[in-house]
């Protein structure tokens, strides 16, 4: 992925550095302009290769990561202005050469047309050149909410309250709390002040339990090593329950294959949840109780659709429930959901995951993401017939090290027996 950005970037870049150069802004044609257009972007690409081969300063990581993200994104949306224009320019072009010297061959028709679109300024300015500097104005006006959320909405942590009608119920637990953190990706974090503050807002809602939907970190159990005392705060009178996401195997490190090592790292991390005090559900349940009432907790390892790990055994992990009058399931990705959660008696199903794509429109009544296209559950609560699904939009963030318009989210649950 990182050659294949770096190939990306430089196309873009000679793409639009010749583009500029056509323009008459005369500071482009001096040498500055050249010396500071391709020294930045090498700079950009030094950085990021070191800053994913070499252990540096989570800080310095994020400022090179967001540089990147945000210098990849305004070129793609300048490249899109300047393939708009020569499309316009070349179907001109086309229509004027099939237009002029009817009975002449081509090559006599492409030397009538003195240059490859002649074309007329009005008020001083041609169309292409409008639009090139113009371009540049639209190209950087997806810098301002990108760098809003990095700097504002990263760690903007929100709570949100969800009710859970379950038939079932038992009554000892009608009104139970139960709160819910996922994809906390610790090896994003770069302000420890910032992520303890979120993990106070979450014990201030004093939740009788707390679910962890998998994702504790993005590639390593070592990028806990900062955090892990500040996750070891998260602590509920019914217990904190835990299971694993895809990105917690250690795959887009070690590779799809097993090693000796990625077997230590995954160790690790289940050791990880052990310190904090969490309870690490590995395809297995427990039992809730309150004074003679039960219910089970259920949690399996990763198992999503297409190109995700399916390491879950969803029938293992129910082993010894069906007895109990509500299941409440803790699986990582919410495909798992339709693909085989349907099909068991399983009540509620809490999911992580999709992280709202970080980017899109949440309100009270009306949401929105490109997630959408890629999930059909991608946040909130949905229902199909007697069986619940919750997908929580996540705590950290994976990449661009920002959020906007999908807040981090704290879930604050209460069951309701109805």
Do not use: C
Request: aromatic share 12%; no cysteine.
């Amino acid at each position: 992925m990182l050659k294949l950005n770096a190939v990306i970037l430089f196309l873009l870049d000679f793409y639009i550095f010749f583009a500029l150069r056509a323009t008459n802004i005369r500071f482009i044609k001096t040498r500055w302009f050249t010396i500071l257009w391709w020294g930045y972007s090498l700079s950009l690409l030094v950085g990021l290769f070191i800053s994913f081969q070499y252990n540096i300063p989570l800080s310095i990581r994020s400022i090179i990561l967001v540089a990147f993200f945000l210098t990849a994104v305004s070129k793609f949306v300048y490249a899109i202005v300047l393939i708009v224009d020569d499309l316009r320019r070349g179907g001109i072009w086309v229509g004027r050469l099939f237009s002029r010297g009817k009975g002449k061959d081509l090559e006599e028709r492409i030397e009538t047309l003195e240059e490859p679109l002649p074309e007329v300024p009005k008020k001083g300015i041609s169309r292409s050149d409008f639009l090139l500097k113009s371009g540049i104005i639209v190209a950087a006006l997806p810098m301002v909410p990108l760098a809003w959320g990095v700097i504002s909405t990263a760690y903007d942590y929100r709570v949100r309250r969800q009710k859970l009608v379950l038939p079932n119920l038992p009554k000892e637990f009608h009104g139970m709390t139960i709160g819910q953190i996922s994809d906390v990706h610790s090896g994003s974090f770069y302000n420890k002040k910032a992520v303890m503050g979120g993990v106070e807002l979450l014990l201030a809602q004093k939740p009788d339990a707390i679910f962890f939907t998998g994702d504790l970190v993005n590639n390593v159990a070592s990028e806990m090593r900062d955090y892990q005392d500040i996750f070891a705060h998260v602590k509920a009178d019914l217990g904190v329950y835990s299971s694993l996401g895809n990105h917690d195997y250690g795959d887009y490190y070690f590779g799809p294959g097993d090693s000796p090592a990625k077997r230590k790292n995954l160790q690790d991390l289940i050791e990880t949840h052990k310190v904090m005090g969490w309870d690490l559900l590995m395809d297995e349940n427990r039992t809730l109780k309150i004074g003679n009432e039960e219910i089970s907790i259920v949690g399996v390892q990763n198992w999503g659709t297409g190109r995700f790990p399916k390491k879950g055994n969803l029938p293992k992990a129910l082993l010894g429930t069906e007895d109990k009058a509500v299941k409440l399931l803790l699986s990582h990705d919410p495909s798992h959901w339709r693909a085989q959660v349907l099909e068991t008696d399983v009540d509620v199903m809490f999911a992580g995951h999709t992280h709202g794509m970080q980017f899109g429109v949440r309100g009270e009544n009306f949401q929105w993401s490109p997630a959408k296209y890629i999930y059909k559950e991608w946040a909130g609560l949905y229902k199909q017939g007697a069986s619940q699904l919750y997908v929580n939009t996540g705590y950290g963030f994976l990449g661009y090290p920002g959020r906007v318009g999908i807040a981090p989210e704290i879930t604050i649950f209460e069951l309701v027996k109805g």
